[in-house]
C-alpha cells in the first residue's frame, strides 16, 4: 500500500471512529508531514483522497476540516395527521405509481430504487452467475423456510454493526422488506387492531396495514427527529395500540435518523405500555454516519421489537431477499412467513452470503452511501436555485429520497399528471398518508440517474409550477 | 424422422386422441405393416417406443391393447370429517415435516418435491444460467408488480390445454402456489369467514387459511371422485361458506382426478350460492391422460373461479414461480400481492417464458408424467407386497403422491417418528387434516427416489407395523 493510501487509512480511522468530531479542524499537511515522516504531497494526496470521500472538507487559508451537517433552515413542517385510527385508502394511486412504465418517463424521481450500475456490485452478478451454471441444482429444491443457513449466519454478524446481538436462528429470510414488514404485522396483531404510524408514512407499510384488516393512527413527525414521543404517549393513552412500525433510521419519506436517545425513549414508551415495536431498517446502512447509527432493535430487552431489512435499497430490489430479527415473535413470523409464500430462492441468498462473507458488501456500502451524499447535496442545491423560495425540503442523513414541500397553493396530485406528461416522474404526497393528506407535498429519489437529468426534472417542475402560480417565483 | 418413429407418432396420436380407447386392442403388426407399406419389424419397433411411453401394453398371445386404469378394490374409504367450521391446528407437525434434514432421511417418502435430475430440464437451467451471466442486470429492478409480460402471454397460452381462455392481463404471477393460495384466501374473504375443504386437504392451504383467521369447514371427500357434492350443498345450506378451496386435477394427497361433470356441478353449485372457488391446479398438468383434463376454471362464466398453479410441481420448487388467474378477483389479488411481497424476482420468469415458449416445458411434462405412472405402478406394487393385506390405498391419476389408509390400529403419528428413527420419512396422515383426523393414514411420493429405495422405505414400514401388530400380516 502506498504512503498516502496509508495515511489516507489511519485520518479515515479517526474520523470514522469519532477522534475528530463534524466540524473540527484536521492538523495542518506540516504537522502530519513531521509526524510521520513523509513529504508535503503524500499528506496532500491523502487528504484529497478523503476529500473525494466527503470525510473531510478544504476551507481556502484555513486548511482542512471534518464537516459539519449542512444546517438546514427551510425544513418542512412537523406533520400535523388525523388524530384517530383510520382505514388506509390510496391504492388506486399506489399501484398508478408501480404501474409507471420507464418507456413513458425519461427523468424518474418517483421510485426508490438503488443505483444498480456501480461496479462494486459487479462481484455479487458473478458469484450468481457462477452458482447458476456451476451448480444449477442447488436452486431447484425446497429449501430451509427460514432461511439459508450461510445468509442468516452473515446477517447476524452484519446485525453487529445497527448494535443487535442476534443468532443465526433469530433471523427469518423474507421475499424483501415488503414481505417482512407485511408478515410482522400479521405476527403481531388480529384484524381490527391499531397501528402507530409515522406520518409520512412509505405507501407500502400503509397497504400492508389495510391488506391486514388493521387501521392506521398517524403520528405528528418532525422532519430530523421523527415521530412525536409526546403525540405518541397521548395516542397509547387514548387508544388501543398494538404496534408502533417505525423507520427511524434514514426514514423514507423524510430521511432522518432519529436520535439514538430518542430511540431509546420509544423503545421505553413500548415497555410502559407493552406493545410491539415493527423496525424498518431497510435503509439503515445507507447513512452518510459512520459507523451507522443503533437500531431500536440494539436495545431490545425482552424481544418486543421486530426488526425488517433486506437487500432491495442497498444492492438491488430485484434479489428479492429481505429478513426478519423477531425477537419474541420468532414463532408466529415462522407461520405466517411459510403460508405467504413458503421459502426463498436459494442460489441468490447462497451469493449474498458470499458478497458478505468476502467484504463485499461493506465495500459496496461505503462507495455508494458517499455517491448518494453527493447527489443529495446537488438535488438541494437544484431545488433551491430552480424550486419556489418558499419550497420546504429535508436534507436527509441517509438513504436516497428526500421530501419536498411546496407551499400549500401547490397540488402535488395535479402536478404529478403534468410532469409525467412531460416525461418526469415524482412520487405526490397523498401517497404518504393513509388519508390523502400532503398535498402540497412530494417525494424524490436522488440515486440511480445523472445530476443532469434531475436539475432538468426539477426545472421542469419548476415551470409547472410557475405556469400556474407565477406569484411564488 | 425414421418409419418406424413416425408411424409410433401416428398411433400415438390416434391414442391420446381418444380414437382408441383404454383397454381396446390396437391393429396387429402384421396389420400395420400393410397399411402403412413398412416392415414387421419397423412396426415391432414403433410399438416398442410406444410401451416406453406406456400408450401400449403388449398381452402375450394376444396382441397390443390401449392400457385400461388399473382396478383398484382396496381403496381408502370416503372421509368422515367434523361437521362444523373448526380453526385449524397441526402447525407444530407441519412446521416438523418441513424442518426435516435430508442429511438425517435415507429415504425420503414424506415430501411432494418432483424429480428436477430429469435432463428435460436442461435447457431451462442452461438458459437461466445464460441469462445471469450475459443480462445479470435484468434481475436487479423492480419488475412489474403483477408479472413479467412474457412469462404472462406464455401462461395465457398454456392455460388452453386446460380448456381456460385468459388474457395475460387476467394473471398474475407469486412466489409460487403457496402465496397465490394465501393471497387468494385473503382475496375472497374476511377475517372469520369460512372456507370449505376437501378432506384430507393439502396442510400448506389450511396454515394459510389459520393465517387469513378463517375457518375451515372439512367435506367428506371420495378417494377417486373427490369432494362429496351432497355433502357440500349440505354445507352450504347450514353455514356461510364464503369460498370452497379445492384440489380437483390429480389432488394432493389423494391423487384423483374429479369427473369432468362432477367439476361442472361444482361450479354450478358455487353459482347458485353465489360463492367462489379457489382452485388449486399445481399438479394439473401432471395427469396421466392426454390431453389433461379441464379446469373448472374452463366452465368458469362469471369470473368466480380464482385458478391458482405453479411450476414447483411440474418444473422446479425453487423456481418460487407460481400464478393466479382470479376472475373478478384480480384487483383484490393485486392488492395483496403487492403488500404480500411485492413482485417476482425477473430472470426467473423469463427463462421459464423461453422454456414455454420454446416447447421445452410440453417435451418434460410429457417425459415425466410417464416417468411418475410407471414409479406409481411400482409402488403401488411394493405396498401390495409388504404391507399388510387390510391397508388400503390411492391410485393417482396424475401427480406423484398417493395416500394409505391403515387398519384403525395403525397410529401413522408414531409410525412416523419411528421410520424417521430407521431413515425413513413420511407425511403422517393428521398432517391433511384441520384437526388432526387420518391417524392411520399417511401420504407417501414418488417422484425423486429410485424404485428400491422406496421398496426399501415400505418393508422398513412394514417391519414397523408387524412388530407392534403382528396379528395384521
Redesign the interface.
Known sequence: MSLYAELADRLREHIEHGFYKPGDKLPSVRQLATEHGVSISTVQEAYRTLETERLVEAKPKSGYFVPSQPHNDNLPHTSRPPQRPLDVSQ?EQ??NL??NRPANTRIQLQ?A?PD??VST?TPL?KS??DL??QH??W???????RGHIELREQLSRLAVASGCQLHHDDVVV???C??AL?VCL?AVS???DIIAIESPCFY?AM??I??A?LKALEIPTHPEHGISLEALQLALDQWPIKAILVTPTANNPLGYVMPEDKKQALYKLAQEYDIAIIEDDIYGDLTYEFPRPRAIKAFDEDGRVLLCSSFSKTV?????VGWIAAGRYRDQV???K?????????L?QIALAKFLRLGGYDRHIRKIRNTYATSRDQLLQAIKIHLPNATRVTCPAGGFVLWVEFPPEVDTTKLTEQAQEHGVAIASGSLFSATGKYRSCCRLNYSDQTAELRTEGIKIIAQLIKAEHPNLF
Chains 1, 2 share one sequence.
Do not use: F
Open positions: 391504492w399506489v399501484l408501480l404501474s421510485h430504487a444498480m450500475t456490485l452478478l450468481l452467475s447458476h451454471r444449477p441444482d436452486g431447484l429444491g425446497y429449501g430451509d423456510i423474507t421475499s424483501g415488503q414481505e407485511s400479521r388480529a384484524p381490527g407500502g397497504q400492508a389495510k391488506a384488516n438491488a430490489p430485484g434479489m428479492r415462522t407461520h405466517i411459510y403460508v405467504s409464500s413458503s421459502m426463498c430462492p436459494t441468490s
